[in-house]
């Protein structure tokens, strides 16, 4: 269920009010308490069968011969059950399964299934501390009924029709779809809105006056390079700041966390706080007290290897290359940006901007390791942000690359169409022009859009720019909590394919410690694609959402085959089993990971305004 008209709300509060899933969901986002014999109403018979088991194997016995009863019943030919709904049983009982197993229990370190049976054998409350699970075990459960109830619509019945009045009867119903993602995409504003443009304009005209610069300064990159806002003074007489954002500024500063603000990307904030539209823009650069808090506790270590989610000290074989995939390595030239991303996946290492410049001796071993090394035909240059880079050395790194014969294709890595697009001059264009020489070597920039709100009459120039050149440009999006909205990433794709851009991947948040806010659980990413992504046409929806899976590199979430959902954490965590990408071609260590409590993200969703009735289905994204 995605959209709610007046009848649709009403049909679903009175459903919800029967519904004991929903009523433990609404009962742990008001902070009420519940007890364990709300299983019994979800499912009468697993609740028994956990009432009568006399310790955790006896359990285990009972609920496995369960799981097989209702199988064989899917399987039988008096299964009345409809289609979709024993599709997602057996779904759900397989994950049942999953959760139930001894090996999945040692492999992820807690049991699901000892905490229900605990809960179950006590007739208590249930603790504040195992809610979370409870509710996402009641919802697999109904799941395994066949009574998800996220089926509340139905397509039209075209039988009997005519096939002219069938085909008339299918258009109708996907109008009625396309206008429901339309009204909602619309909801979302773009930097292309003429209200957008005009407040801006505005904004840069104060920003010049705060700067003390004209409109030429303004256009040029330089300028905004020397004058990268860090002081919350300074910005505060540009945008109103909360003072939450006031205080992590400040104590960004004190804590040595890299923060700084293009003075092109400020106007792209709203000089006021609580719009409502620029939440992703603000976020994307002003760092979150928590966050800091939690950087500045790992640095005290004195070991940045908790900050390396990914673990690039085990996949580097020299100094500036990271190596995970047979073709393709990634060199990072230059270690600053034009400014800093909250979440960045290296914050543990990119420097200032002035101390960004690798040293000569690094980068001619690392480009005599690509020298040497013939397997790969593909190198993703990053950073850092390599276009940060002066012409003169660029040009230099383009030329020895192109003195390769065997590196094919060259993916720029760089934020600049976002945060700086004034630096794509006609010199910069020319040079990368020069260097896109297909079939010996083809250029293409990969950037990374994250909001709707991003894009610009300056952004669109600065990607057509590349574009009428023959130059293609991808982009990588994050998956936050500051997109995650019902439509708002099909906003975004939408809006990048307008200014020239194709969606490239959609990464699921990492589980970085100190960029907790950011994240949203791999379920909702993968409703967005089933039930959002889906709508809008395929050239629209050419990104692939990924797990970028530590050491290993890139897990396809949408395929079922590359992850198994294993467990329930006692704290409401799924635990997932990923699967290497070279699965079926060697043996390699799968990876366990513990994704963010569902219910939990819908409390904050819930908090936020968002009517979490509209994400009903996110349980049965497994
Ligand atoms: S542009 Fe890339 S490297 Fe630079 S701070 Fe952002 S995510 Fe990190």
Known sequence: MIWLDEDMQSTLASRQRQDQCIEALHAFIKNESFDGDILRGVDPELYQELVMAENLDDARNRINNLI?????????????????????????????????????????????????????????????????????????????????GIYSEAAPDLSGHTSQEASRLRSDYLDTIANRCIGRVLTYSTGLDESV?????????????????????????????????????????????????????????????????????????????????????????????????????????????????????????????????????????????????????????????????????????????FEGHRAISEVLVTGGDPLILEDGLLQEMLDRFGGMRHVKHLRLGTRLPVVLPMRFTEHLISILVEANRPPELEISVVTHFEHPYEISPDALKSVQDLRKTGIMV?????????????????????????????????????????????????ARILQERKEEARLIPGLSRTDEPVFNIPGLGKNHLRAWQHHDLIMISPEGERVYEFHPWEKNIALAPTYVYRDVPIARFLQRMSERGEPIEEYESIWYYL
């Open 474 to 522: 991808y982009n990588q999006q994050v998956f936050t909590f500051e997109n995650c909205r019902r439509f708002e990433t099909v906003a975004l794709r939408l809006a990048l394919k307008q200014i020239g851009v194709d969606p490239y991947y959609t990464f699921n948040t990492k589980g970085k410690e100190e960029t907790d806010h950011f994240r949203v659980p791999i």
């Open 68 to 148: 097989i009863r209702r199988i064989d019943h899917y399987h039988s030919d008096d299964c009345s059950v409809d289609d979709l709904e024993r599709v997602n049983a057996l779904s759900c009982l397989q994950a049942l399964r999953n959760i139930i197993s001894r090996r999945n229990e040692k492999r992820a370190g807690c049991s699901t299934l000892f905490e229900v049976w605990k809960i179950i054998q006590s007739e208590m409350e249930v603790p504040y501390q195992r809610r979370l699970m409870l509710i996402d075990f009641l919802f697999l459960v109904r799941g395994t009924l066949g009574k998800s």
């Open 197 to 369: 443009i005009r407040s801006r304009e505005k904004q840069r005209q104060l920003i010049l006056n705060v700067l003390g610069g004209d409109i030429n300064d303004w256009y040029n990159y330089r300028w905004h390079l020397a004058n990268i806002l860090t002081d919350a003074d300074v910005i505060s007489q540009i945008i109103e700041l909360s003072p939450m954002e006031e205080e992590s500024i400040l104590l960004a500063k004190k804590l040595g966390v890299q923060f700084g603000i293009s003075p092109y990307y400020l106007s792209l904030m709203d000089p006021k706080i609580g719009t409502e539209t620029d939440h992703a823009v603000r976020a994307q650069v002003i760092p979150k007290l928590d966050s800091l808090r939690v950087m500045a506790e790992l640095k005290k270590t004195g070991s940045t290897k908790f900050l390396d989610f990914m673990k690039e000290e085990f996949t580097s074989p020299i100094s500036l290359v990271t190596r995970r995939y047979p073709m393709i390595a990634i060199f990072k030239p230059y270690n600053s940006c034009a400014q800093f991303c909250t979440y960045c996946q290296r914050n543990w290492e990119i420097e200032a901007p002035t101390d960004g410049g690798r040293d000569p001796e690094s980068i001619e071993a690392a480009m005599r390791w």
